[in-house]
């Protein structure tokens, strides 16, 4: 990161891919490994799967599918605003509320920024060179 604006953007697109995979039908919880460390008493801090669901998602004979669920661990809490009984639709879904990021939290994402944002330059550079080549060889 050679310029500090470019960090903005960077956080404020992790919060937001956080935000909306909390909102998929498919979300069980969080793998904390693959996230800043936030303090423990954070509301910003990320939340295992549960042992069920994670039995549920590895295949059979997956010896080793709750091997980091224990006395540290802490599952997906339940979401703040439930389905209705008795309501009819498609759209009806469980509704979680935004995650509060407090200072310290924005600070952790910016390490975590700092340490796993990676350039493409070289793909976007490969391809473009690849064209050129093609438009300046001569037919054969």
Same mark, same amino acid.
């Given at each position: 990161?050679?310029?500090?604006?470019?960090?903005?953007?960077? @956080?404020? !697109?992790?919060? *937001?891919?956080?935000?909306?995979?909390?909102?998929?039908?498919?979300?069980? !919880?969080?793998?904390?490994?693959?996230?800043?460390?936030? &303090?423990?008493?954070?509301?910003?801090?990320?939340?295992? =799967?549960?042992?069920?669901?994670?039995? *549920?998602?590895?295949?059979?004979?997956?010896?080793?599918?709750?091997?980091? #669920?224990?006395?540290? &661990? @802490?599952?997906?809490? $339940?979401?703040? $605003?439930?389905?209705?009984? !008795?309501?009819?639709?498609?759209?009806?879904?469980?509704?979680?509320?935004?995650?509060?990021?407090?200072?310290?939290?924005? *600070?952790?994402? $910016?390490?975590?920024? *700092?340490?796993?944002?990676?350039?493409?330059? #070289?793909?976007?550079?490969? %391809?473009?060179? =690849? #064209?050129?080549? %093609? @438009?300046?060889?001569?037919?054969?």
């Amino acid at each position: 990161m050679n310029d500090a604006r470019d960090m903005v953007p960077m @956080v404020w !697109g992790y919060i *937001k891919s956080r935000e909306t995979a909390r909102r998929m039908d498919a979300y069980a !919880g969080e793998v904390q490994n693959f996230h800043p460390t936030f &303090s423990f008493d954070s509301a910003a801090r990320a939340y295992d =799967l549960n042992l069920e669901d994670t039995n *549920k998602y590895a295949k059979p004979g997956n010896i080793t599918a709750g091997i980091q #669920h224990g006395s540290w &661990s @802490v599952p997906v809490p $339940e979401p703040d $605003e439930k389905i209705k009984p !008795g309501h009819v639709t498609s759209s009806q879904k469980a509704k979680r509320t935004d995650l509060e990021y407090s200072t310290e939290d924005i *600070k952790a994402v $910016e390490e975590w920024v *700092k340490r796993h944002v990676e350039t493409t330059w #070289h793909c976007l550079g490969v %391809s473009y060179i =690849l #064209h050129l080549r %093609s @438009v300046m060889l001569p037919a054969r």
